[in-house]
């Protein structure tokens, strides 16, 4: 599964939390009016393609999607209105620096909610091939140790075989006798 379908399946799952009220709305890729898109680009996000865009977040006063928040599959992009902050951070640098910009929390969201979403967008995209490999060498390494457990007891059953089978033969020779 690629990092964009993995974190689009992160805005299903749980972008519905992020506004601390249900009057705000949450939209998931796919299901996003263009209209909104494209106001939230125009007040606050910039020059984004509409099928970059995989979750919003809209908490405007007029449902119009000039405030609230943009989740792209690099940037989260936010307006928190008027008097609030406005601007962008990366989920590259969230995992790399293990903290977010206070900027961007405003009382339209469950700040918890956000975070835990954030920190699992961050972590998807924070993912290298170097950190990819290294899993896949831990995979290798408790395979490897496991093929060894077995070897190890082939070997004990087989030396409990022959342990019966000298049993066996020395009662038949002492029978023999």
Known sequence: MSKKSRMIEVMNNY????????????YTYGKIP?????????????????????????TSV???GKKGLLFTEYKVYYNNGLLGY???????????????STNIFDAAYN??????????????????????VQGINKDIDDLTNTV???IDTIDRLGSLWGSIKDAINSKNDDDDE
């Open 15 to 26: 972008l519905k939390n992020v506004p601390s009220s249900s009057s705000w709305d949450t």
């Open 34 to 58: 263009r209209s909104l898109v494209s106001n939230a680009c125009n007040s606050y996000a910039g020059a984004i393609q509409y099928d970059d865009v995989i979750g919003l977040v809209d």
């Open 62 to 64: 007029m449902s119009n």
């Open 86 to 100: 406005q601007g962008s951070i990366s989920y590259q640098k969230i995992y790399d620096d293990g903290s977010m």
């Open 111 to 132: 700040r918890q909610a956000l975070k835990e979403v954030l920190s699992k967008l961050a972590y998807i995209r924070g993912e290298t091939v170097q950190s990819t």
């Open 148 to 150: 060894g457990s077995i």
